[in-house]
């Protein structure tokens, strides 16, 4: 079993032809709603993969929630531990999204949601993995804490947050801790991932990864710096396309495949994901992935 905890979204999309300069209105091409966030979308592409899955997160008691579970439910995802906060709204986001699949975002947490201190009962069963985000820190912390304790592995989503203290103790103590290029910046101070990498790693020799978008993967192991790099694809769409790689990095190295293979893995459902519309519901399946896997490059820096 994997454990996706963190944030879920109901994703309003957006498609426009592209990005005006300046403010102006435009002619929307299409409009449609999704479930998204971080963990959220990860369950889903783990449970695509072929591993029971079950997600943990924050909801209001609105009309959003029901949608979202009947979401999870059309993919047979367990959700019994979610949280509901009365009187709360659900998270909500608005995606602008172009005709190259770039996108701009603006998301809503209502405060009442974030600022819940209830954390969710998870047993820490032998055999089980996480894979969490920042967007409930309190709870990924929680959970880096245990899996410490338990030597579970504990994949986190390192992306848009403020660095302190606990953002600190979540990446001493979690097995997979895994940056955007913003993410590790943050962290560092130093706008290089190669540099980043070394000074992490200067502090802690253990695994670190920073993603880098069309640039691929970036990670260090053992001393050495590794990247694994996508073929050339035709774009349709971004969106999601982080939650998917980090929901296959945990579905792989659950299945106890070594860190360079899971790497492959990862990259190529990202990159598979990218070339179909369509959010969840275009979250490659395994045969798919495998067959893809042959031209992911790898370097050794």
Not at 142 to 164: E, G, S, T, W
Request: glycine fraction near 6%; charged fraction near 25%; include cysteine.
């Amino acid at each position: 079993m994997i454990y996706s905890v963190g944030s879920i979204f109901l994703d309003h999309i957006i498609k426009i032809n592209s990005f005006p300069k300046k403010p102006i209105k435009v002619i929307a091409e299409g409009i449609e709603k999704r479930l998204g966030g971080s963990a959220a979308v990860a369950s889903f592409t783990i449970k695509k993969l072929g591993i029971d899955s079950s997600f943990i997160g924050r909801l209001g008691d609105d009309e959003v929630s029901k949608y979202l579970k009947e979401e999870l439910n059309t993919f047979k995802i367990k959700h019994k531990d979610i949280i509901t906060i009365k009187g709360a709204k659900s998270s909500q986001s608005y995606v602008y999204e172009d005709k190259n699949g770039e996108r701009l975002l603006a998301a809503f947490n209502e405060k009442k949601l974030l600022n819940s201190n209830k954390l969710p009962k998870i047993s820490f069963a032998n055999n089980t993995t996480f894979m969490s985000d920042l967007r409930w820190i309190e709870a990924t912390l929680y959970i880096a804490k245990n899996c410490k304790k338990k030597n579970l592995i504990q994949v986190v989503d390192l992306d848009n947050y403020k660095l302190n203290n606990k953002v600190k103790q979540i990446v001493d103590l979690c097995s997979f801790p895994i940056f955007s290029e913003t993410g590790a910046f943050e962290y560092t101070k130093i706008k290089s991932i190669i540099g980043s990498l070394k000074k992490m790693y200067s502090k802690k020799n253990k695994f670190y990864a920073i993603t880098a978008g069309q640039k691929g993967v970036y990670w260090i192991e053992d001393g050495n710096i590794f990247n694994c790099k996508p073929p050339k694809i035709k774009v349709v769409e971004t969106n999601c396309a982080g939650d998917v790689f980090h929901g296959a990095f945990a579905a792989f190295i659950h299945q106890k495949h070594s860190v360079m293979d899971t790497m492959k893995l990862a990259t190529a459902t990202a990159s598979l994901k990218c070339t179909k519309k369509g959010g969840i519901y275009s979250i490659p399946s395994y045969s798919s992935v495998k067959k893809f896997e042959n031209k992911i490059q790898l370097i050794k820096i």
